[in-house]
């Protein structure tokens, strides 16, 4: 039984380098929360002050005996979702992560941004946290996708955000993410 320990009790913050790397489907996956990265993910800088959000969703169904009394209750489906907004506007990576590696190019320059109806294709997704105690916090979703881009809002006196959403599926041995966290004990 957990006892109180403030101890325990974190905030999350972005690493020095950004929160958000991602890599092309087969590049060597992390196993932990401190060793590098492997060089083939791209690190995207600054994300907005809303930070990251890791949301699930599942659907259930229950059945009933005869008279009516609820006996098991039975999941459905269940989705695990990412989101956050990119604020790096002028970033040719991170242009190429919300519309597409292909779509995204830098000529003399300058940038190109070419929008259209592609479907995304399936990447990793690393997020990097510091929490309270200088512990660290790695989440690896070894096989996501953006699955929705919200609203990008030119204003005055605003960031230019990109917000984004990745849809975890299940890799192999049926996980949607993996968690490290240091410093437990």
Request: with cysteine; charged share 20%; glycine share 10%.
């Given at each position: 039984?957990?006892?109180?320990?403030?101890?325990?009790?974190?905030?999350?913050?972005?690493?020095?380098?950004?929160?958000?790397?991602?890599?092309?489907?087969?590049?060597?996956?992390?196993?932990?929360?401190?060793?590098?990265?492997?060089?083939?993910?791209?690190?995207?800088?600054?994300?907005?002050?809303?930070?990251?959000?890791?949301s699930t969703s599942t659907d259930t169904t229950d059945i009933t005996?005869?008279?009516?009394?609820?006996?098991?209750?039975?999941?459905?489906?269940?989705?695990?979702?990412?989101?956050?907004?990119?604020?790096?506007?002028?970033?040719?990576?991170?242009?190429?992560?919300?519309y597409g590696q292909d779509n995204v190019s830098v000529d003399t320059?300058?940038?190109?941004?070419?929008?259209?109806?592609?479907?995304?294709?399936?990447?990793?997704?690393?997020?990097?946290?510091?929490?309270?105690?200088?512990?660290?916090?790695?989440?690896?979703?070894?096989?996501?996708?953006?699955?929705?881009?919200?609203?990008?809002?030119y204003q005055d006196g605003e960031a230019i955000g990109y917000e984004?959403?990745?849809?975890?599926?299940?890799?192999?041995?049926?996980?949607?993410?993996?968690?490290?966290?240091?410093?437990?004990?």
């Open positions: 039984m957990a006892k109180n320990n403030s101890n325990l009790v974190s905030v999350g913050k972005p690493v020095a380098t950004g929160v958000v790397c991602a890599a092309t489907i087969g590049t060597p996956l992390p196993t932990d929360a401190t060793s590098p990265l492997d060089d083939a993910f791209i690190k995207h800088g600054y994300i907005s002050s809303d930070g990251l959000t890791n005996a005869f008279g009516g009394d609820t006996v098991l209750t039975v999941q459905t489906s269940r989705t695990e979702t990412f989101t956050w907004t990119f604020i790096q506007s002028a970033d040719k990576d991170v242009l190429a992560e919300v320059g300058m940038l190109k941004v070419t929008h259209n109806g592609k479907t995304m294709p399936r990447r990793i997704f690393v997020y990097e946290l510091l929490l309270t105690g200088g512990r660290v916090k790695r989440i690896l979703v070894p096989n996501g996708q953006i699955t929705e881009v919200g609203d990008v809002v984004v959403t990745v849809t975890a599926y299940p890799d192999a041995d049926g996980n949607t993410a993996i968690e490290w966290i240091t410093g437990i004990e």
